[in-house]
């Protein structure tokens, strides 16, 4: 996720805890965007940045903007994986790992997709096309002799 100028909101205000940014922390991977939550954001007197979700029990702190954020993300991992853990959980919190887990899987997903190395394609290919009307197949194979072009049999 690219970070512009976050200590100035869309509007050209400060966020503050009274007046926070809304947003959505996301993860660019490749050309696919995944969304992790909705959330709000702003800087304390301290100039600290907070990110708190709107969706999770997620809320994190740090100096700049984008360290917030990165570890918010983070956060949002570890919370999944706690919530995984629980042998017995709330009703919010099933309701928040079934609402998270999905974003987290496709996170995966993305990821996977776009590691995996390139498939191997062949160095040509060849396509020729059926007659129409017939089931018969005008591809062929035509073994090759060790006999010289002028050797071969004439097809007399």
């Given amino acids: ?9 869309r509007d050209g205000r400060t966020p503050t805890e009274a007046e926070p940014e809304t947003g959505r922390a996301a993860l660019r991977i490749g050309d696919h ?15 600290n940045h907070v990110i708190r979700s709107l969706e999770f ?26 919530l995984g853990e629980l042998e017995d959980l709330a009703e919010n ?5 079934h609402r998270l887990a999905p974003r987290l899987v496709r996170v995966s997903r993305e990821l996977e997709r776009l590691l995996e190395p390139p498939r191997k394609r062949p160095l040509f290919s060849v396509n020729l096309p059926r007659r129409r009307g017939s ?13 010289h072009g002028s050797q071969l049999p004439s097809h007399a």
């Fill in 1 to 9: 996720m690219s970070v512009l100028d976050a200590s100035v909101a």
């Fill in 135 to 147: 089931r018969e197949d005008v591809r062929a194979w035509y073994p090759s002799s060790r006999q």
């Fill in 93 to 97: 919190e099933e309701e928040m790992f």
């Fill in 57 to 82: 029990d997620v809320t994190v702190g740090a100096p700049t903007f984008k360290a917030a954020l990165w570890k918010f993300i983070d956060n949002l991992f570890d919370f999944a994986a706690y």
């Fill in 33 to 47: 965007k995944v969304v992790l939550s909705e959330g709000i954001r702003w800087i304390e007197p301290d100039g």
